[in-house]
């Protein structure tokens, strides 16, 4: 009796265990139906982080804009209301996202403004030289080939284009030491400030900045070379 008292007490906190990861994955990749409260809470726990981020970039009101890993859609709303005349995209590569991120942007999708795709950072499906401007919040950390997907939004951008990343948790950062063995667990990428840097002017990117805020978060940029305008000419 001792032992299947014992058996079934290792069988429920085996259970639990596996439904504990499985949860917590779902802020990797949200499911359709599961991930909705990870992508509602996303949403909002990422708003303030968005707009410090935002106001390191210059937004066009005509601009063509890319939110890779879109999430539940707030950043393309964000996005949406600062180029008011121009045309936002939006790509993630998990299902409950794409549809959570199409029912919070329906209006402006219906009015032809916003375009949203599932879709993996790795092979965008988009032309080059498209895009004025790439935004990724809170996304970077999941690539699975940070070299070349850097290179894949390099592609798609306009010459003298940005590509913006924006992140809650770097190394270094005043949330690392809380938050890392989570990130890990996840399998996430931790870069510093100087990895990021040297990530953008690997993959080709010019005037690479980078922001630090006193609340752990970092927002890193850099432009598409204007000679591209030449290559693409030939």
Same mark, same amino acid.
């Given at each position: 009796?001792?032992?299947?008292?014992?058996?079934?007490?290792?069988?429920?906190?085996?259970?639990?265990?596996?439904?504990?990861?499985?949860?917590?994955? $779902?802020?990797?990749?949200?499911?359709?139906?599961?991930?909705?409260?990870? #992508?509602?809470?996303?949403?909002?726990?990422?708003?303030?982080?968005?707009?410090?981020?935002?106001?390191?970039?210059?937004?066009?009101?005509?601009?063509? #804009?890319?939110?890779?890993?879109?999430?539940?859609?707030?950043?393309?709303?964000?996005?949406?209301?600062?180029?008011? %005349?121009?045309?936002?995209?939006?790509?993630?590569?998990?299902?409950?996202?794409?549809?959570?991120?199409?029912?919070?942007?329906?209006?402006? #999708? $219906?009015?032809?403004?916003?375009?949203?795709?599932?879709?993996?950072?790795?092979?965008?499906?988009?032309?080059?030289?498209?895009?004025?401007?790439?935004?990724?919040?809170?996304?970077?950390?999941?690539?699975?080939?940070?070299?070349?997907?850097?290179?894949? #939004?390099?592609?798609?951008?306009?010459?003298?284009?940005?590509?913006?990343?924006?992140?809650?948790?770097?190394?270094?950062?005043? %949330?690392?030491?809380?938050?890392?063995?989570?990130?890990?667990?996840?399998?996430?990428?931790?870069?510093?400030?100087?990895?990021?840097?040297?990530?953008?002017?690997?993959?080709?990117?010019?005037?690479?900045?980078?922001?630090?805020?006193?609340?752990?978060?970092?927002?890193?940029?850099?432009?598409?070379?204007?000679?591209?305008?030449?290559?693409?000419?030939?």
């Amino acid at each position: 009796m001792q032992f299947l008292d014992a058996l079934w007490t290792m069988l429920r906190l085996a259970i639990l265990f596996a439904f504990a990861i499985y949860l917590l994955m $779902q802020v990797r990749k949200p499911s359709k139906w599961l991930g909705r409260p990870f #992508i509602w809470l996303m949403n909002s726990s990422h708003s303030k982080l968005t707009d410090w981020g935002l106001e390191h970039t210059k937004i066009d009101q005509n601009f063509t #804009i890319l939110d890779v890993g879109c999430g539940g859609g707030r950043t393309i709303q964000k996005l949406a209301a600062q180029a008011s %005349r121009g045309k936002i995209y939006g790509v993630d590569y998990a299902e409950g996202s794409v549809a959570m991120s199409r029912k919070k942007n329906a209006d402006s #999708i $219906q009015a032809g403004r916003v375009k949203i795709k599932r879709a993996s950072v790795s092979q965008l499906p988009f032309a080059d030289n498209k895009f004025d401007l790439a935004t990724a919040i809170e996304t970077q950390y999941y690539w699975p080939n940070l070299p070349n997907d850097m290179q894949e #939004i390099l592609r798609v951008l306009k010459p003298g284009g940005t590509l913006l990343i924006i992140a809650e948790v770097y190394k270094t950062g005043s %949330r690392n030491n809380v938050l890392s063995p989570v990130m890990k667990f996840l399998g996430s990428s931790s870069l510093s400030a100087d990895d990021q840097r040297a990530l953008f002017s690997q993959a080709g990117f010019q005037e690479v900045r980078i922001f630090e805020h006193k609340n752990g978060w970092i927002c890193a940029s850099g432009k598409k070379p204007e000679a591209s305008v030449r290559s693409a000419a030939n």
